[in-house]
């Protein structure tokens, strides 16, 4: 592998070797079917695994039935859907040695959606919604009604039911285990004080309203023991006055760190319609590299509109992140690594069935099998 560049440097996230520093984000799919993958999922896990990144991770899958976004979100919740997802992870490790993670989710308020396609939005009961449940009886947007504020009780079901979906992970075989804290789901939801107005011990000033979502992070970190890498993606501010923000998000990144977390991924908003995001190349990196700054070890992923590989390479050789993140561009560009590679002058690993795909007079960009 070529050394000069940084961006193909092989790192750990915990004990988990990656070949290099490009990472392939969770995307929705919305292709499931009661909760269980599909043969979409084995062919898009598949692409996304003979990419050339350094890893790669499934979509939101969510820990509960009612934790899913819409009626096709992906799920790992019961035997069925461990079942179904156990299928693609095998499939794909047949012809990828790629690490593969997953991400665990709960929609919380964002629950019981319509499909994107079919115009988003909160289903009404003729089309049958479940049950959205939050950490208080606050609408997402006006005229949405309200969830229901969460007992302790709900709270304690949420966490057996994300320790339930973490055992299930690596069951089947997942590398990494992502903790979705971002983008308004259920603990974005619980953090930040536009959402959260409890009164309780779990509301309130910023130490209370990261109890929960950091007595999720402890009890999965208990359940999968060291050996697997768990991190947490936060939204790193609402782009909202009075919202969370990066001050709020750096408290809650060094309370992870001391807790054990693995790797912290750095987006931003989705949890309020109110929101006012000047969306440019790398918008994000900022906070990535503030975060970077204020935590010991734990390494920072960077996302958002990172879609050149020199873009790229700066954020890693500048110091602001320690992997980058690459997700629409990935559905676009599937082989982005791959240019990146050519680009950067480095090399990246590929199936050798594809070793003769080159056109002629481009660099020879691919690393043979270890």
Same mark, same amino acid.
């Given at each position: 592998m070529h050394l000069s560049s940084r961006l193909f440097s092989a790192m750990h996230l915990g004990g988990l070797g990656l070949r290099n520093r490009i990472v392939i984000s969770p995307m929705c799919q919305y292709a499931a079917q009661n909760g269980a993958a599909t043969a979409w999922h084995s062919v898009h896990i598949g692409? !996304? !695994? /003979? *990419? +050339? &990144? +350094? /890893? &790669?991770? @499934? %979509? &939101?899958? &969510? @820990? *509960? @039935?009612?934790g899913r976004i819409t009626k096709n979100c992906l799920g790992l919740y019961d035997d069925a859907t461990e079942e179904a997802l156990q299928r693609v992870v095998q499939t794909a490790r047949q012809v990828s040695d790629t690490p593969l993670g997953i991400q665990l989710s709960h929609a919380g308020r964002k629950a019981s959606s319509r499909l994107p396609w079919e115009g988003g939005g909160l /289903? $009404? $009961?003729? %089309? +049958?919604a479940w049950p959205r449940h939050a950490p208080s009886a606050v609408a997402g947007k006006d005229g949405d009604p309200p969830p229901q504020a969460m007992s302790v009780q709900d709270m304690d079901l949420v966490i057996a039911h994300y320790c339930d979906a973490a055992a299930r992970a690596v069951r089947i075989g997942f590398d990494c285990i992502e903790l979705q804290m971002a983008h308004g789901y259920l603990m974005h939801q619980f953090l930040s004080p536009l959402s959260n107005l409890r009164s309780d011990a779990f509301g309130g000033p910023i130490e209370n309203r990261i109890r929960f979502p950091l007595a999720v992070f402890r009890a999965v970190r208990e359940t999968v023991g060291s050996a697997i890498p768990v991190g947490v993606r936060v939204s790193a501010t609402d782009w909202v006055d009075e919202g969370w923000d990066i001050a709020q998000t750096t408290v809650f990144a060094q309370a992870l760190e001391a807790a054990g977390c693995d790797f912290i991924d750095v987006s931003s908003g989705g949890l309020s319609p109110r929101q006012r995001i000047v969306a440019q190349p790398g918008y994000q990196v900022g906070f990535a590299a503030h975060l970077k700054a204020a935590l010991d070890r734990m390494p920072v992923i960077a996302v958002g509109q990172i879609t050149q590989p020199r873009q790229a390479e700066r954020i890693i050789e500048q110091g602001q992140a320690d992997l980058v993140a690459i997700a629409r561009g990935a559905l676009y560009d599937p082989r982005w690594p791959w240019r990146a590679a050519a680009e950067l002058g480095a090399s990246v690993r590929a199936p050798l069935q594809f070793h003769r795909c080159l056109p002629e007079g481009s660099p020879a960009i691919f690393a043979f099998p270890d």
């Open positions: 692409n !996304l !695994l /003979l *990419s +050339g &990144a +350094g /890893l &790669a991770f @499934v %979509e &939101a899958t &969510a @820990v *509960s @039935v009612d /289903l $009404p $009961p003729t %089309e +049958g």
